[in-house]
């Protein structure tokens, strides 16, 4: 026998055996199936800030101490975390915008997607996209983004829980100014049908509205009243004079822990 056919009679196919490298058992023409991260689950989150890093490790244990030190917030998750129960976001507005093209008309959709707790934290989010359901997913993650503290105080007695706004603050988008009074208790939300929404996330029960403008467009008129209940923290009431000693800033705090390099 020659040497071909003890080639072609050993390995077959020429010589080329099934446990070659061209063989389907050896390293070349995989289909894929398999998963090349090693099992690694989608769903874990894998933070990329230090402020992630710290809230995932625990050394950041509440919501409140991200507000004390206005430090900014770059991941969705970090609320997700805190606030992942408590949450209810709601569709505010879907509109369409077009741009105009050498080809014509382009369409795309514009949300505008509201998230709040219901115990002093609001949230507004505005996102454009070609389609309505990638739109609204990014107006969501906008708006967790963009979560901030809303104050809430008292009408006349400070007895029971706090019900309304501490102060006459206001908002304004555009030529839309909102502007919010606090009211007594058991009054209700005296407001247009998304105002009331937008109020009732933020956890308020009581409150008087005044707007000017042009209200129509709901667009302006949600960012007014967030931006309304946004600085309720901005105006300082003579119960805040007193001195807080502050503590040291978290990455202060835990620089030793954040200067360890990351274990992906």
């Not at 004390?68 to 976001?89: C, G, M, N, T």
């Not at 009581?206 to 949600?222: E, K, P, W």
């Amino acid at each position: 026998m020659d040497s071909g056919n003890a080639g072609r009679s050993e390995g077959g196919r020429g010589g080329f055996g099934r446990g070659g490298r061209g063989g389907r058992g050896g390293r070349g023409r995989g289909r894929g199936r398999g998963r090349r991260d090693g099992g690694r689950d989608e769903n874990v989150w894998t933070p990329v800030t230090k402020l992630g890093r710290l809230v995932k490790e625990g050394k950041i244990t509440s919501i409140e101490e991200i507000f004390l030190y206005s430090l900014p917030v770059k991941e969705a998750e970090i609320i997700d975390h805190f606030l992942r129960d408590k949450l209810q976001d709601e569709v505010m507005k879907i509109m369409p915008v077009q741009k105009q093209s050498s080809a014509g008309q382009r369409t795309r959709f514009k949300a505008f997607v509201a998230l709040g707790d219901t115990a002093g934290h609001i949230g507004l989010g505005v996102k454009c996209a070609s389609e309505v359901a990638t739109a609204i997913r990014g107006a969501i993650t906008a708006a967790k983004l963009s979560v901030a503290p809303v104050r809430r105080g008292y009408w006349g007695r400070t007895s029971g829980l706090p019900h309304t706004v501490p102060c006459k603050v206001t908002g304004k988008c555009a030529s839309v100014s909102v502007r919010l009074i606090p009211a007594p208790r058991g009054t209700g939300l005296v407001s247009s049908p998304v105002g009331k929404k937008l109020l009732h996330m933020a956890g308020v029960t009581d409150c008087y509205t005044s707007t000017t403008g042009h209200t129509r467009t709901t667009g302006n008129y949600i960012k007014a009243l967030y931006y309304a209940l946004r600085n309720t923290y901005t105006f300082l009431t003579p119960e805040l004079w007193k001195d807080n000693a502050l503590m040291p800033n978290p990455y202060q705090e835990h620089t030793d822990f954040l200067s360890k390099k990351q274990l992906m």
